[in-house]
């Protein structure tokens, strides 16, 4: 099996069947597999894959548990499912968009040995408002761990990946995330390059019903810290190189929200200073309170700032007027 391709489902019953769709309309030289873990859904999402798996029973692999387990379990069960030489993700309310998405990404990395991961620009699609977006804007083409360590620039519907890169499996410590893209994409980026194709092939939906989408600003960042401290917890030892930069993102994420905080929600601020001193303990509140005083916004800045939400603004209204693009077939 050349591709396993990943798919997490779970009350997605108005997605579902397009997800599915859009991966099996995949034109390959090569096979492939979708193996779906639906975690126990309530709705029809169980139904129409077991109606898919039907239709494809030697291609789709349905992992249909009873119970909903959540998230990361459903992923940690899911995954040593997936036996091929590749594994490529499309949760279940997102949809790739051209049928040689599969194909230019696999024939990449063939041909790119010490690449271990290829992604690709992405259609942001913001569905309780409908407006869109463009993912990556001046993405540099190739990249490693050092850059992805600074920030999550893969969206997961994007991603293929090399299988078995872990001889191990998945860390103990992995069960302790919220979401697991920028985990397991830390852990495969440290074997190999990171490409990036600009075309883009695939459609992230966002919508009050996700997970992400649901979580309350302070929730979004106590799961953007915790992934983070467990890497540097991970990589501390075996890789400086890599729990340097992973230090200097932590940072600079909890000094934004501390600026963010600290007129508004002064005990929140106080408790993001706290963990920050705990993980990085160089940091004192007297360098806290310079460093936040230092980088305080001129009025050049500020003016600036306002153009660019304007603009986005201006951008977002008129995306709503263009369509997404669907795979035909």
Known sequence: MKVSVLMLAYNQERYIDEAIRSVMLQQTDFPFELVIGNDGSGDRTGAICREWQKRYADRIVLIDRPKNIGLIPNFMQTYP???????????????????????????????????VLCFHRVINYYADKGTKSLSNGGQQTDTDIHDLALSNYISNVSAVFRNHLLPDGLPKWFGEVSTYDYALHMLNAQFGKIHYMKRPMAVYRQHGKAIWSQAAETSKLD????VRELLMEYFRDSRPDVYEPLRNSYTAICLNHIRHYQHTNTSAAEEIENRLQTHCPEWTRQRIRQELRDKHPNRKQRIKATWVRMLKSVRSICSYFIPLPRIRG
């Open 81 to 115: 499912h997936c036996k091929g030489t590749y594994i490529a993700i499309c949760e279940g309310d997102d949809f790739w968009t051209d049928k040689s998405k599969l194909q230019r990404q696999v024939d990449f990395l063939d041909t790119h040995p010490d690449y």
């Open 223 to 226: 799961i953007s810290l915790k």
